[in-house]
């Protein structure tokens, strides 16, 4: 069984910072590309940034200053730097990974993490 956990979330004013983490665990092969997701209460799931299994990175236009991801391989962890948080940045923040768990074209999939909630007060 396969399963990313999200941690770091929590309750910040608006101008702090907080770092993001979603750390994979199971019978994983490799970790291809890995995402950060995002939902607002009344909101759809928006992708916020990825990064490929070589460290290319991919971000929102409205996130692209204030948030850097990142990722370990070795830890199977991905990271999510977010700075100058506002309240627009209120949202349950989604880890999602493509995993590889076997040696057949099968094995093969999407998982997703929990979720971890970041609420910024004004």
């Known amino acids: 069984q396969v399963q990313p956990v999200e941690s770091g979330g929590g309750l910040v004013q608006a101008g702090g910072s907080l770092r993001l983490s979603c750390a994979a665990s199971?019978?994983?092969?490799?970790?291809?590309?890995m995402g950060w997701y995002r939902q607002a209460p009344g909101k759809q799931r928006e992708l916020v940034a990825s990064?490929?299994?070589?460290?290319?990175?991919m971000y929102a236009d409205s996130v692209k200053v204030r948030f850097t991801i990142s990722r370990d391989n070795a830890k199977n962890t991905m990271y999510l730097q977010i700075n100058n948080l506002n309240p627009e940045d209120t949202a349950v923040y989604y880890c999602?990974?493509?995993?590889?768990?076997?040696?057949?074209?099968?094995?093969?999939?999407?998982?997703w993490g929990q979720g971890t909630q970041v609420t910024v007060s004004s």
């Open positions: 990064i490929t299994s070589g460290s290319s990175t």
């Open positions: 199971g019978s994983i092969v490799s970790i291809n590309a």
């Open positions: 999602n990974a493509h995993i590889t768990t076997g040696w057949t074209i099968n094995d093969h999939h999407d998982y």
